[in-house]
């Protein structure tokens, strides 16, 4: 299972492409760069043309956290993930529901990541530490409520999100005792889940498992 530290580099990653739109906005409006890629510069290497360089920055700034999103999801999640594939960890569970996790469910984070960039001029420097203090506190708020399905490393990461009812017992065991099932997130590789196999899972993080099949089927 992660320990808190995993849950704060997620995050942090996620907001990383936030986090460099302003510090680049910053350091160009306060003409902060090298000479050589100030606004002036750029706009006479350019002809007069300087979305040129805008645009080739943000989608620098999109390559660029797509690949760190990609490495940072695939290193966290090395560890649990050959263990649950490999069969040498986790338990076996039966998973007795499953569906798709809302648009609803991104809203805040979507939001949060777009507000502070609309709404505020990253020429002051007020501005610009007090949206950093805000970044800090969401991710904090993140990291502290243990939400982490929602963050979308993991949607570069080959793995699928849903919300399900686990259960490692039988379906009597089950109608005895109704507690037994277990209200979860799945991180799934690959296809759809499949209500007639078995599959090996861990504990993520609170009630986020990472699951992979075990190629059981259940009778």
Not at 52 to 67: D, P, Y
Not at 157 to 168: D, E, L, P, W
Request: charged share 20%.
């Amino acid at each position: 299972m992660w320990s808190k530290k995993e849950p704060i580099i997620l995050w942090t990653t996620a907001y990383a492409p936030l986090l460099m739109l302003m510090l680049g906005g910053f350091l160009y409006r306060n003409n902060l760069l090298p000479h050589a890629i100030r606004e002036e510069q750029l706009s006479q290497m350019l002809g007069g043309h300087i979305w040129i360089a805008e645009v080739g920055f943000l989608l620098a700034v999109l390559g660029g956290s797509l690949l760190l999103y990609r490495l940072v999801i695939v290193w966290l999640l090395r560890d649990i993930g050959k263990k649950v594939h490999s069969g040498s960890g986790g338990l076996t569970y039966a998973v007795r529901r499953f569906e798709k996790l809302p648009a609803g469910d991104y809203t805040f984070f979507l939001m949060t990541l777009l507000l502070p960039r609309l709404a505020l001029d990253y020429s002051s420097i007020t501005n610009f530490a007090i949206s950093l203090l805000m970044i800090v506190f969401i991710i904090a708020v993140f990291v502290k409520t243990e939400t982490i399905a929602t963050c979308p490393l993991f949607f570069v990461s080959g793995y699928r999100v849903f919300k399900g009812t686990i259960s490692a017992h039988s379906r009597e065991e089950e109608a005895e005792d109704p507690e037994l099932r277990r209200e979860v997130v799945l991180l799934v590789r690959g296809k759809d889940l499949d209500l007639g196999e078995r599959y090996r899972g861990e504990a993520l993080k609170g009630n986020v498992y990472v699951i992979g099949r075990s190629r059981t089927t259940i009778g």
